[in-house]
């Protein structure tokens, strides 16, 4: 049955490095998968945005999703805003979209903006019985969930694991359009947004499990009306 997916990312290239494979894989299942993508994911660093926003389309079409949307919030600032301003855009496009599967950012991750769409999402997603969504997970960000604090409170424990072993190769090119942006965010390895080393974290969360390759998220809720 289609369902209807929602994946929630701070900056642009967070929804392919996180979780390209299992938004293919969505696609390729006949899922209605929107991606919104709440900052520039550049102005902390410089002012170029219209690059960023084009390579995320480029991946996102290789990945299959044509509703890309941009909230165009300043980077690196979403702890500035009222979480509200954060709330609303969420909420709006959750019930806009009646989303079944909402896939947002985790609590615990290094960058500030992650853990303020995290946050967001939580209320956005609060099960009331207008609310359409049925499951929530976070998923990880290579440089951001593995460099967050090292505390109990915060560590990523993964519960849920896609096997991508089929959409891995359309993740790796999905991967690389970002590299033609105004400053590249694919860097050499052994930097964790190389190109090598998504595909040895799509090994290494596949070895957990079983499978060559996988991408690893954790159950926010999910509510089960039949078993
Ligand atoms: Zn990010």
Same mark, same amino acid.
Request: proline share 5%.
């Given at each position: 049955?289609?369902?209807?997916? +929602? ?8 929804? /392919? ?45 290789? +990945? ?8 165009? +919030?300043?980077?690196?600032? #979403?702890?500035?805003?009222? #979480?509200?301003? #954060? ?34 999402? #939580? ?16 998923? &990880?960000?290579?440089?951001? /969930? &593995?460099?967050?604090?090292?505390? @109990?409170?915060?560590?990523?424990? !993964?519960?849920?694991?896609? &096997? ?9 090119? @999905? ?16 930097? !964790?947004?190389?190109? &090598? ?31």
């Amino acid at each position: 049955m289609t369902k209807r997916v +929602l994946v929630i990312a701070a900056h642009p290239d967070d929804e /392919t490095y996180g979780m390209g494979g299992t938004i293919a894989r969505h696609v390729r299942q006949g899922d209605q998968v929107t991606v919104m993508i709440m900052t520039d994911g550049v102005t902390a660093r410089h002012t170029v945005t219209a690059p960023q926003e084009a390579a995320a389309l480029k991946a996102c079409a290789i +990945l299959g999703v044509e509703d890309v949307r941009f909230g165009r +919030l300043a980077d690196q600032r #979403l702890d500035a805003l009222p #979480l509200l301003d #954060l709330i609303r855009p969420i909420s709006a496009v959750i019930n806009e979209l009646g989303a079944q599967i909402v896939y947002t950012h985790h609590r615990g991750d290094a960058n500030q903006d992650h853990r303020a769409i995290f946050a967001a999402t #939580l209320v956005a997603i609060r099960p009331t019985s207008a609310c359409p969504v049925e499951q929530a997970y976070s998923y &990880e960000v290579a440089s951001s /969930t &593995e460099w967050g604090a090292p505390f @109990a409170e915060t560590a990523f424990v !993964p519960t849920h694991f896609v &096997e991508i072993t089929a959409t891995l190769e359309d993740k790796l090119r @999905a991967a690389a359009a970002y590299a033609e942006t105004h400053q590249s965010e694919v860097r050499p390895f052994p930097h !964790p947004r190389s190109i &090598e080393a998504t595909r040895i974290y799509a090994w290494q969360r596949g070895v957990n499990v079983g499978v060559p390759a996988a991408e690893a998220f954790v159950s926010i809720r999910q509510i089960v009306k039949e078993v």
